[in-house]
């Protein structure tokens, strides 16, 4: 394709210089003449017809260009010029890892950089992920090292939704980096690009694609078909086998990143960054938020490409890391390789909701907390204790001695056979009233009261007995119930019923919210990924009859 600095596309952006050749493109330094700042401009290499399936070509959703977090290259918008098509992203000043990989001609770099690359992309994918996006393609190309060191995604151009079918738009070259499930046209989700970073961090560690080796070799048809098969078929090798100084725990976490299947990787960004920290010792609070500088190209020598060593972070006392990851034995410093490879704990799980569950046992510093709290008031306890103590004994030592004060804690005792006779006495008030008194009797049939006692009628014979339990009320029938909504989506949804939002709360991925006094009836339920009521994955007509709950999908 011919060099075309100089041009004015759209008659806004504006070609200063190439600065690279890509398999999508070529990439262009340029500016936005209407906002005036600069942009990186990819014209791509062939004209792509329109597919729904990508953001980029959907002009009403503005979602790519609101995508803003400190580890995403922010994307402007894919744009035509006549029969010149081409993506728009903000300049980032540095270098690709595409670069870094190949001036380092295979050698692996430090754990702890390699711990930072996984934090930072972790933080970037799982924002785009809860807004319902894949990237699709994670690749070291699309990862970026800005001067100061933070380290950006780019390549957000042909993004998808979750749970939308993959096609070959945007994916040129050779696949080396597409997930299984993309190369077989499936249905694409987080995970999508779970097996794109578990390929990166397995580059990183070894300095090695898995089933490229180092080279980065050319696009051919043959290779192609090749890679293809590989992804498909060929059972990943172990990163320790390449480079025996990698932890075992961290090498699982990597294969399990990479498994065939996506239902058998990691479901989100966060669950596979706290397993990759515990496994390593570290906290995610104890990474780096950046790399050190590097050169803004690829144009030095090979020294001024070495990743430069990180100092190890702090090592924080039981008393600072209440709660956190437990260091797993086999990893002396972190940060450095250990001899001995540490082994992953057979108590550490990873739930089906995808949190991740890391049990600390509790030391003595915690103990030794809990005594001098309770040494300050332990004389106030043992004052009162003494207390109660004495007037415990001076009351056994009255009841002994005092027959009268024994006799006022005395229980009466009755005679056996003696009766017992009330009387009753009517007192004259607004509220009439009935006031009984019990007199015990010192011997049988002996009455202390002149006053007969009372007589009553007799009942009639077939007058009925009352009963003491009542009669069983009859429940009404319920007119209304519990509905409980439970998304097994990748992204949240809104759920309308009958045309009406139900909440202006989205169900979270992997979680549930009940909905109580639904009416009973008929009703038409919509599942769609935002509050307008557009995108909607799913029409379901229920019948509320009882409690239920409505599983999506």
């Known amino acids: 394709m011919q060099n075309l600095s100089g041009s004015v596309l759209v008659q806004r952006f504006r070609l200063d210089r190439l600065e690279s050749q890509t398999e999508l493109g070529d990439v262009y330094l340029g500016a936005d003449l209407k906002r005036n700042f600069q942009v990186a401009v990819t014209v791509l290499h062939n004209a792509i017809p329109y597919d729904p399936t990508v953001l980029s070509f959907q002009q009403g959703n503005l979602t790519l260009q609101t995508l803003s977090h400190p580890h995403i290259a922010p994307f402007y918008g894919l744009y035509q010029d006549q029969n010149i098509a081409f993506l728009v992203e903000r300049h980032v000043d540095g270098i690709t890892l595409e670069e870094i990989l190949r001036e380092r001609r295979g050698r692996p770099v430090s754990l702890l950089e390699a711990m930072v690359f996984l934090k930072s992309l972790c933080a970037g994918l799982g924002y785009a992920h809860r807004f319902g996006l894949v990237h699709c393609n994670v690749r070291p190309s699309n990862v970026r090292i800005e001067r100061n060191g933070n380290i950006l995604l780019s390549g957000f151009g042909f993004a998808r939704t979750a749970e939308s079918v993959m096609t070959s738009t945007g994916i040129l070259g050779i696949p080396s980096y597409l997930a299984p499930e993309e190369i077989r046209r499936e249905l694409v989700t987080p995970a999508t690009d779970i097996y794109g970073l578990g390929l990166i961090l397995f580059e990183l560690l070894t300095g090695q ?152 046992e509790p030391d003595e510093t915690e103990a030794a907390s809990i005594r001098k709290r309770i040494a300050p008031v332990l004389p106030y306890a043992l004052a009162i204790g003494a207390a109660l103590a004495a007037c415990l004994c001076v009351a056994v030592i009255g009841l002994a001695v005092f027959p009268t004060t024994r006799g006022l804690f005395a229980l009466p005792i009755i005679n056996p056979t003696a009766t017992v006779t009330s009387t009753f006495t009517f007192v004259p008030s607004p509220t009439a009233q009935l006031i009984a008194t019990s007199i015990p009797l010192e011997s049988p049939g002996a009455l202390l009261t002149d006053t007969p006692p009372p007589t009553h009628p007799p009942l009639p014979t077939n007058t009925p007995l009352p009963s003491d339990t009542p009669a069983p009320t009859p429940t009404p029938p319920r007119t209304a119930f519990t509905v409980t909504i439970r998304n097994n989506l990748g992204y949240p949804i809104y759920a309308f019923r009958d045309g009406r939002l139900m909440g202006t709360d989205p169900i979270p991925p992997a979680r549930y919210i009940y909905y109580l006094n639904i009416p009973a009836g008929v009703h038409i339920f919509y599942f769609c990924s935002n509050i307008n009521g557009t995108d909607c994955t799913e029409r379901r007509e229920v019948n509320i009859n009882q409690d239920l709950t409505i599983a999506v999908p």
């Open 209 to 360: 694609h898995p089933f490229l080796g180092s080279a980065r070799p050319s696009y051919t048809p043959e290779l192609s078909q090749r890679v293809i098969a590989a992804h498909l078929l060929e059972p990943t090798p172990n990163p320790k086998m390449l480079n025996p100084a990698i932890p075992e725990g961290i090498s699982q976490v990597i294969l399990t990143a990479l498994a065939k299947d996506p239902h058998d990787r990691y479901q989100n960004t966060q669950e596979m960054l706290e397993v990759g920290c515990a496994v390593t010792g570290y906290t995610p609070d104890q990474l780096p938020e950046r790399l050190p500088n590097y050169p803004a190209s690829s144009g030095g020598t090979d020294e001024t490409l070495i990743v430069t060593p990180l100092s190890a972070p702090p090592t924080l006392s039981a008393e600072q890391r209440p709660g956190e990851t437990i260091p797993v034995s086999g990893v002396s410093q972190p940060g450095t390789y250990s001899q001995q490879p540490p082994q992953t704990p057979d108590s550490f799980r990873r739930s089906p909701g995808g949190t991740v569950v890391v049990p600390v």
